[in-house]
């Protein structure tokens, strides 16, 4: 029995133990906090399946509770379930997008709102929106600045996810911009990112000519490869 315990969720354990001891006093109904919790714990076991359904319940619960569309999203993110505007179907653009314009949950110590802001980032370079990509991680960075003259960039990480964190959005913004054919803030983010892996690869300097560009989108997949093993 105890081994069969040690194995349920500790989100799940809390709302069965709330559910048994107030049970003769009135119903219990889990709130959408519950809800996403639980679906974080999911998601973090990389079941993105049920952490999907027990995002969706959690915004039917309460539709302004903004983790649960932060959590809805990146699930449907990782199951490649990436919609756009311009389309009826519903996956991790519309629902992050859904949860941008909720107000903050209370007693939420995470920064989901931030946490949206990178969603959309990675969902729209994964659809091919250099623009709308460079958008919103703009947006991220420009809310995480310290101070002024000069500004400090305070690094951001994924709360349920350690290995993605500010250089993943670092190297996504230098790839888009890149894209765009915006070479000096493509020079920019890959600054970063070699300075913060204290790579001893040299940055390139050469946008001007088609050998030169081809050896910066080398480089950036190759900072891509080594971010992902990380």
Not at 100 to 122: C, M, R, Y
């Amino acid at each position: 029995m105890s081994s069969f315990i040690k194995k349920i969720p500790a989100v799940l354990i809390s709302i069965i133990s709330f559910l048994f001891i107030d049970g003769c006093r009135k119903d219990f109904s889990a709130t959408a906090e519950h809800k996403a919790s639980y679906g974080w714990e999911m998601y973090e076991t990389s079941d993105y399946l049920k952490s999907k359904e027990w995002f969706s319940n959690s915004v039917l619960t309460d539709e302004k509770w903004k983790d649960g569309y932060n959590g809805l999203g990146w699930s449907y993110a990782k199951l490649l379930e990436l919609d756009s505007l311009d389309t009826e179907n519903i996956g991790a653009i519309r629902t992050f997008h859904r949860g941008l314009i909720q107000p903050k949950d209370p007693w939420n110590s995470t920064d989901v709102h931030l946490e949206i802001l990178a969603g959309l980032t990675f969902a729209y370079h994964a659809k091919g929106n250099s623009s709308e990509a460079v958008k919103f991680g703009s947006a991220l960075i420009d809310s995480t600045l310290i101070g002024i003259n000069p500004s400090r960039w305070h690094s951001w990480a994924f709360s349920h996810d350690s290995t993605l964190n500010y250089l993943d959005l670092r190297i996504t913004m230098a790839s888009s911009y890149f894209a765009l054919a915006k070479f000096d803030s493509t020079h920019k983010h890959l600054k970063v990112v070699l300075d913060s892996l204290g790579s001893s690869s040299l940055l390139i300097n050469d946008y001007t000519t088609l050998l030169g560009r081809q050896k910066v989108a080398q480089q950036l997949d190759s900072l891509q490869k080594v971010l992902q093993q990380k």
